[in-house]
């Protein structure tokens, strides 16, 4: 089965997504973790972002595996950079890639082929998996996610303003919604939760409610077949 946790920045998808994945005993899929690698691997060869077909070739020809919670690109650990800043910021010019997509959710239905998988982005239940049997929305108010980051990079030593932190927020969420391909929204068959006020423990348990709802329902349409 395929469960798709989509939703804007800072809605703590990855973590939920990850705790459901150990609940189940399903693979977990970051796929944001994926364009961040193409993005950091097109900045340290120096490609420039305006070439799409260098940015295109360098997409077909790279490979990204997960070793247990580590990930590597061409078979280099990237795990702590893809998170960087300056990756974060660059992802549009790799993500607005029709063809780049196409690629990356290309590798994204094989890994599904033959597990069960827990996978969270913004175009799971939309575009890559639209027959998914479990389909979940997150979202949270911009002030709670960027006050949650805040309090993340505090934690980590790195004080940024709330102000900030909400800035660049809105502007990646307005980014990842205008896409003309894989773009931010929940599939129309995508249940939505709002996890303002919820803690992480909550949303899971929530999740977990739903993802056994449409398992039975999905157990009783293939007896009637
Ligand atoms: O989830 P994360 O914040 O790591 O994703 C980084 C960026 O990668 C997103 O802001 C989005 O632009 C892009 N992305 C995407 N499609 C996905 C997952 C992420 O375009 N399925």
Same mark, same amino acid.
């Given at each position: 089965m395929i469960v798709t946790i989509d939703g804007p920045a800072g809605a703590g998808k990855s973590t939920?997504?990850?705790?459901?994945?150990?609940?189940?005993?399903?693979?977990?899929? #970051?796929?944001?973790?994926? !364009?961040?690698?193409?993005? &950091?691997?097109?900045?340290?060869? /120096?490609?420039?972002? #305006?070439?799409?077909?260098? &940015?295109? %070739? !360098?997409a077909r020809n790279s490979t990204i595996d997960w070793h247990n919670d580590r990930i590597l690109l061409n078979d280099g650990d990237v795990t702590q950079e893809i998170r960087s800043p300056v990756v974060t910021d660059s992802i549009k010019y790799v993500a607005d890639?029709?063809?780049?997509?196409?690629?990356? %959710? $290309? /590798? /994204?239905?094989?890994?599904? *082929?033959? /597990? =069960?998988?827990?996978?969270?982005?913004?175009?799971q239940g939309t575009d890559v998996f639209? =027959?998914?049997?479990?389909?979940?929305?997150?979202? @949270?108010?911009?002030?709670?996610? @960027? *006050?949650?980051?805040? *309090?993340? &990079?505090? $934690?980590?030593?790195?004080?940024?303003?709330v102000e900030q932190i909400l800035e660049a927020q809105n502007r990646r969420d307005a980014e990842d919604r205008q896409r003309?391909?894989?773009?931010l929204?929940? @599939?129309? #068959?995508?249940?939505?939760?709002? %996890? #303002?006020?919820?803690?992480? $423990? @909550?949303?899971?348990?929530?999740? &977990?409610i739903i993802f056994q709802e449409k398992k039975k329902k999905q157990q009783a349409q293939a007896y009637q077949q």
């Open positions: 939920i997504a990850r705790q459901l994945a150990d609940t189940l005993g399903f693979h977990f899929l #970051d796929t944001g973790a994926m !364009y961040r690698a193409i993005t &950091l691997g097109a900045i340290r060869k /120096q490609i420039d972002f #305006d070439d799409k077909e260098q &940015l295109i %070739s !360098y890639v029709k063809e780049i997509r196409e690629a990356l %959710s $290309e /590798q /994204q239905r094989r890994i599904a *082929q033959t /597990q =069960n998988i827990v996978t969270e982005g913004r175009d639209p =027959n998914a049997g479990c389909k979940i929305f997150l979202t @949270a108010s911009p002030a709670e996610r @960027a *006050q949650r980051r805040h *309090q993340q &990079l505090a $934690e980590l030593g790195r004080p940024i303003p003309p391909q894989g773009a929204r929940p @599939a129309e #068959d995508a249940v939505i939760i709002h %996890s #303002d006020g919820l803690t992480f $423990e @909550a949303v899971v348990q929530k999740i &977990l």
